[in-house]
């Protein structure tokens, strides 16, 4: 029988979160944040340790850190996903293989004792033979009640590096992987085109900008349309804040091109803004009746419901 409460742990490469979870309703009870993450804290563990093997040092923080918590909830099960299990992390653990089910039956996940007498349950990743990806197995299986009615479907979950499942008949079958983000990311800070874009907030002012960004994109000639980012800028004196959506467009668009010829549905589960620069991208794309639109809350309690059900798998085995 499932305890009261669990603790969600949330760790991934660059921050930190847990959450007190009521177990029956997935009420969030308290929170703790931090920019610790898995990468900050690998950093210090080999500058700053001279005693403690790597899996004694991240389970001291995460002591530390629970124990900011009422007293009643510093001894529950944690449930720990994202990149605490690879090899700077918590303990390194294999990633689970392609097909993975809707249930979560076949992903991998270990249970662990520490030293310091926490009660850990660290979920693994997932790989095929083009793509990986840890924490996102979480959210996908946390999200299908939302899936389950659709033999066929691809889900999209956009980020730094943005996954594109691919599900057929209740199971996880394939993922491609997108270095959208950080290839921005780099283009807008350490490239000749960071002359050319100021960044900005999203509003609808950029939409224009974005869309004729994401129509470049389509182009599937990445490279040899990203310097009309510095064309627009030298040549058409173009408003930086716009260049710098145009920029967006352009990358998203080249992310999304190749699902123009598809026929199945598409779930799109993202926050904002990246939720409304996705669905309007989207939009252009392919056809309106192809998308299903997961708003900011699925996205967050699918992350919940997905470690629940690897708590209660975990229960039923022993």
Known sequence: MLDTYFIS????????????????????????KTNFGIKTLYDKYKTDNDTLTQTA?????????IQKFSKEFQNLTIVVTGMASSNIGLQNMPYADFPFCFSGSNLNWQYLETENDLKIILISGIKDSSGMMRGEETQAIGLEQYLNNTKQGILLLPGTHSK????????FVSLKNFMTGELFEVLTTSSILANSVTSTLWDSSKIKAFEAGVLTGCKNELSANLFNVRVRDVL???????????????LIGDE????????????LAASN??????????????????????????????????????????????
């Open 273 to 318: 803004p990246i939720f409304n620069m996705y669905k309007t991208a989207l939009e252009i794309i392919t056809n309106k009746n192809q998308l299903v639109l997961l708003d900011d809350l699925a996205l967050k309690n699918a992350l919940l419901i997905g470690q629940k059900k690897i708590l209660t798998l975990h229960e039923n085995k022993n």
């Open 164 to 171: 594109h499942i691919t599900f057929i008949n209740n199971d």
């Open 57 to 65: 040092f991240f389970s001291k923080y995460l002591k530390n850190e």
């Open 236 to 250: 058409e004196n173009a408003n930086k804040y716009d260049n710098y959506y145009f920029l967006s467009g352009m």
């Open 256 to 267: 999304l091109s190749y699902l123009k010829n598809k026929s199945s549905k598409i779930f």
């Open 9 to 32: 742990c949330d760790w991934g490469t660059t921050n930190f979160r847990l959450r007190v979870i009521d177990t029956n309703t997935l009420i969030v009870i308290e929170e703790v």
